[in-house]
Each structure stands twice: as C-alpha cells, then as structure tokens.
C-alpha cells in the first residue's frame, strides 16, 4: 500500500513537472548576460534553459526549416483565390514530405503574384495540405496576370519585422520599405524589398560565420537569444525546445544583422537596461503577455506555446 502512495505521489509531481515547463520565463530558462557574443555592430546574448527537463517541444530528426524544405521542392506555398482573385494577406502551404517544418515570423518568399513575409510562425505537420499561412506584401506595384512559383528568400531585418508585428497594417510595411529604398538609394520599380535586402549576398558573411561558429561550439541547451546593437535591445527570440532554437538560429540571425548593418553600432548596453527588457519579457507569464501585446507576439502549437518574438528598439 505505501509504495502504491509513493509511486502516486512521484506520478503527480512529473505531472505537475509536465506543467511547468509551459512557461518561457525565468523558472525555466536562464540569460547568460556576461556570456554574449559580438562581433561588429551585433551583441548576442544567449538564452539557455536551466535543465534538459525543461524543453516543451520534442521533435523527431525530421524536423526542417522552410529554406530546407522549400528547396526539398516537396513543400510549396500557393495562391489563395477568392472570387476568382488571389489573397494578398493570405497563402495555402503543401507539405508533401514526412518531414515537420517551422514557419517562422518574418520569413520572406520571392514570386507568386507578389512577394511575401510571413506574418505568423508555425509548425507544419508531415503531409499536412490547405493550410492557411498570414502574410504580408513587401511589393507594392506588382500583381502579377501568370504568378511565379514560390522560392525562399531568406528572413526580413529586424526593423521590417517589428514595423510588422507591432502594427499589423500593410501601409506602414509599405512606409518603411520606401524608406529603405530612400536611405540605400535602392531603385526598384516594384518597390521590392528584396532587391534591396538581397542586392548583396556577401554583406553578411563574416557576421553569418561569426555566430554559426559560436553556436557550434557552444553548450546545448539553447532557448534563444536576445539581439543588441548600440546602446538598444534590438529584440528576443526564444523557442520551446533546443531543437526548434537551432533549426530557427539561421533565419533569426538573418533578421538581426541585416539591421545592426542597416543602421547599427557598436554595442556598448549597460547590463541594467538589458535587465530591464528581459524582466518585462521573462520574469512571469503575467508580465510576459502584458509586455508582448505591445512589443511582440507568441505563437501557438497544440495549445502551448513554442515560439516568442519581442521587439525592442527605442
């Protein structure tokens, strides 16, 4: 009878271990804030999770980004028509492989009708159709008769993303693509933000092999990280699981030096501000909502939360 009890009691407390590993917060994670990593105009400070235990997303190895899959050619995104017309706030996704694929935040896809950043993250099952995808234009004056097929285009800088998720409004994506075109005295006659963001393959290499080298020979165990540049918070990405962190690093990178080389420098934040921001984002669920309708958003999978975005920025 008593080992029955004893072997009860240990059920509900791995329940109750289950449970709180639904929280993104300090409980389960830890800012290693004298660990970051810089180079250029670019600080990252790592987000780690305390224990192996804590990781709410576990994933089989065939779990691939959307540049892997989309260059796989088994998953494609396509036109959503209604009233014999195209969405342009909306995608459908194909996944026709047995792999699960992340979507994330900020993401942009050349062709079709026009090009497109993804306005939401999410996890595509294996073999999953139909599935609505939330977009965003980022080419005004094309809409074109014979759509181009779909091809990644890497993640959109930082500026771009926030301008995205803190407004939700087209106009103001529009606005801060013609200032971009202004102030890199791009020329673009569709007003493409890739062919500005993407004009010059090289710029990023040395930031690009800079991180990936340190993430390689780091620890595991990695949530996220928090971006700086200057005397500014940049933002914060954090995942539900080291899996999902390393197969989001790249795209989230991407966003980050695009805009410390836009407009960065030399980061030079006192550890006080920086605590600032990720006691608003990280001390408790109650705060991190409060803090993320205005700075960010997370995103859902199976009822729980796998993915946070926070924009900081002055």
């Given at each position: 009878?008593?080992?029955k009890r004893?072997?009860?009691?240990?059920?509900?407390?791995?329940?109750l271990?289950?449970?709180s590993?639904?929280?993104l917060?300090y409980?389960t994670?830890?800012?290693?804030?004298?660990?970051?990593?810089?180079?250029g105009?670019?600080?990252?400070?790592p987000?780690?999770?305390?224990?192996?235990?804590?990781p709410?997303?576990?994933?089989p190895?065939?779990?691939v980004s959307?540049?892997?899959?989309?260059?796989s050619?088994?998953f494609?995104f396509?036109?959503f028509?209604?009233?014999k017309?195209?969405?342009?706030?909306l995608?459908?996704?194909?996944?026709?492989?047995?792999?699960?694929v992340l979507?994330?935040?900020?993401e942009?896809?050349?062709?079709?009708?026009q090009?497109?950043?993804?306005?939401e993250?999410?996890?595509?099952y294996?073999h999953q159709?139909?599935?609505?995808?939330?977009?965003?234009c980022?080419?005004q004056?094309r809409?074109a008769?014979k759509?181009?097929p779909?091809?990644?285009?890497?993640?959109?800088?930082?500026?771009?993303k926030?301008?995205?998720?803190l407004?939700?409004q087209?106009?103001?994506?529009w606005?801060?693509?013609?200032?971009?075109?202004?102030m890199?005295g791009?020329?673009?006659?569709?007003?493409a933000?890739?062919?500005?963001h993407?004009?010059?393959?090289?710029?990023?290499?040395?930031y690009?092999?800079?991180?990936?080298?340190?993430l390689?020979t780091?620890d595991s165990?990695f949530a996220?990280?928090?971006?700086?540049?200057?005397t500014?918070?940049m933002g914060?990405?954090?995942?539900?699981s080291t899996?999902?962190?390393?197969k989001?690093?790249?795209?989230m990178?991407q966003g980050w030096?695009?805009?410390?080389l836009l407009n960065g420098?030399?980061?030079?934040m006192p550890?006080?501000?920086?605590?600032?921001?990720?006691?608003?984002?990280?001390?408790?669920?109650g705060?991190?909502?409060?803090?993320?309708?205005k700075?960010?958003k997370a995103?859902?999978?199976?009822?729980k939360?796998?993915?946070?975005v926070a924009?900081?920025?002055?």
């Amino acid at each position: 009878m008593l080992h029955k009890r004893v072997v009860i009691v240990l059920f509900i407390s791995f329940l109750l271990s289950l449970k709180s590993t639904g929280q993104l917060t300090y409980s389960t994670l830890r800012i290693e804030y004298d660990s970051g990593w810089t180079f250029g105009n670019l600080k990252l400070i790592p987000v780690r999770f305390k224990t192996p235990a804590y990781p709410l997303f576990y994933f089989p190895a065939k779990l691939v980004s959307l540049k892997e899959a989309m260059q796989s050619g088994r998953f494609k995104f396509k036109e959503f028509y209604f009233e014999k017309d195209a969405s342009v706030r909306l995608l459908t996704v194909e996944n026709n492989s047995d792999d699960f694929v992340l979507l994330e935040d900020g993401e942009t896809i050349s062709g079709g009708k026009q090009d497109r950043m993804l306005a939401e993250s999410k996890i595509i099952y294996p073999h999953q159709t139909d599935q609505f995808i939330d977009v965003f234009c980022i080419e005004q004056n094309r809409w074109a008769n014979k759509p181009r097929p779909f091809k990644y285009a890497g993640d959109a800088d930082e500026q771009l993303k926030r301008v995205m998720d803190l407004t939700h409004q087209q106009q103001f994506i529009w606005r801060e693509i013609d200032q971009r075109l202004y102030m890199t005295g791009g020329i673009s006659k569709t007003s493409a933000y890739l062919e500005v963001h993407n004009n010059n393959p090289n710029r990023d290499t040395a930031y690009t092999n800079f991180f990936v080298n340190k993430l390689k020979t780091s620890d595991s165990l990695f949530a996220g990280f928090i971006a700086i540049t200057d005397t500014v918070v940049m933002g914060s990405e954090v995942f539900a699981s080291t899996t999902l962190t390393l197969k989001g690093f790249n795209a989230m990178l991407q966003g980050w030096i695009g805009a410390a080389l836009l407009n960065g420098k030399t980061p030079d934040m006192p550890y006080k501000n920086v605590k600032v921001f990720t006691d608003n984002l990280f001390e408790n669920e109650g705060r991190q909502k409060i803090f993320l309708q205005k700075h960010g958003k997370a995103f859902i999978c199976e009822k729980k939360v796998f993915h946070i975005v926070a924009h900081g920025g002055k």
